[in-house]
């Protein structure tokens, strides 16, 4: 069976358009366009196509109400899992100066450089400590017969080099940069003479 072309599926009326007004361009056009099942699809096919610029809009606004809550769901545990993971760092080498506070009575010269640069190396800088230290001129705390005579009490605080989202600021979260992790512990002096 031979293939048909579309003038051949034109109703007869419309396929001689010789016979019509001419076969100029003009007459052409004013052939009617009456094979309803053409016109049809076409007409659903531009029906689709403004229903698809009709909700454009509110497809984008269901898009930033999906994607500004999916934010805090994917970035937020991030950041708290890496923020944890430095207090973790910082709360190990914490205690093992504050062990060598306890032998020593206060915070030498060398245990304070080098716990500042290994603080640093974990992108955590300190920004000050509370303690009895060589460098600012205080005296060891000497063991004796009293508990809260020998008892030595160490502060830190430091400030990690990565801030947290600044987004977090829609619901009510402080600035980045006000964050800091502090670190406290107390020992009793093991020093016996000065």
């Known amino acids: 069976m031979p293939k048909r072309s579309l003038i051949s599926n034109l109703p007869s009326r419309c396929r001689d358009y010789r016979d019509n007004h001419g076969c100029n361009s003009r007459g052409f056009k004013h052939i009617p366009f009456s094979f309803s099942r053409y016109?049809?699809?076409?007409?659903?096919?531009?029906?689709?196509?403004?229903?698809?610029?009709?909700?454009?809009?509110?497809?984008?606004?269901?898009?930033?109400?999906?994607?500004?809550?999916?934010?805090?769901?994917?970035?937020a545990p991030i950041f708290y899992n890496n923020q944890m993971d430095i207090y973790d760092k910082g709360k190990a080498r914490f205690y093992a100066y504050l062990d060598r506070i306890q032998v020593e009575g206060y915070l030498t010269v060398e245990d304070e450089n080098a716990m500042r640069d290994e603080f640093e190396m974990i992108d955590c800088?300190?920004?000050?400590?509370?303690?009895?230290?060589?460098?600012?001129?205080?005296?060891?705390?000497?063991?004796?017969?009293s508990v809260a005579n020998s008892l030595?009490?160490?502060k830190i605080r430091c400030q990690p080099e990565q801030n947290g989202l600044n987004i977090g600021g829609l619901v009510g979260a402080g600035n980045p940069s006000d964050y800091y992790i502090n670190l406290e512990g107390s020992v009793i002096s093991e020093r016996v003479d000065p």
């Open 152 to 154: 030595i009490n160490v």
């Open 125 to 145: 800088p300190i920004v000050d400590i509370d303690c009895p230290r060589e460098s600012q001129g205080d005296v060891r705390i000497l063991r004796n017969d």
């Open 39 to 75: 016109r049809r699809t076409i007409y659903s096919g531009f029906r689709k196509l403004g229903n698809v610029r009709n909700t454009r809009g509110q497809a984008l606004l269901s898009l930033i109400f999906v994607v500004v809550p999916l934010t805090f769901l994917v970035f």
